[in-house]
């Protein structure tokens, strides 16, 4: 599974953007997927997942600002963040989990840079 990632940026603070997860397979059998963030020296953190349910988990900093949603037909998953904040600046990664064989696997994409300004 390969995931490319895009729709990162420069954004003043109070601004808005949307990150796009594009997968190489169709994401109907997925058990999850979602995004992370990172910033330096600090370990990655859980931003928003969706499960194949439809079920979304958010982060509490990130709670009625941002949104998750998948488009199966596009087999991509979108995180809508708006109201953003310089505490959002981070690399977000996509993620999505897989069951291979009976085994949960876990893929990353390359992670995209968001950067909010004050």
């Known amino acids: 599974v390969q995931l490319q990632a895009s729709g990162g940026g420069l954004v003043q603070t109070g601004g808005s953007l949307r990150l796009s997860c594009a997968a190489s397979?169709?994401?109907?059998?997925?058990?999850?997927m979602g995004w992370y963030r990172q910033t330096p020296g600090k370990q990655r953190e859980l931003v928003a997942i969706?499960?194949?349910?439809?079920?979304?988990n958010l982060a509490d900093s990130v709670k009625g600002r941002f949104t998750i949603s998948r488009d199966n037909a596009k087999n991509t998953v979108y995180l809508q963040m708006n109201s953003l904040k310089p505490e959002d600046t981070a690399v977000y990664y996509c993620y999505a989990q897989v069951t291979v064989v009976l085994t949960a696997m876990s893929y990353w994409g390359q992670g995209t840079q968001v950067t909010v300004s004050s």
């Open positions: 397979e169709g994401i109907r059998r997925f058990n999850a």
């Open positions: 969706i499960n194949s349910g439809g079920v979304i």
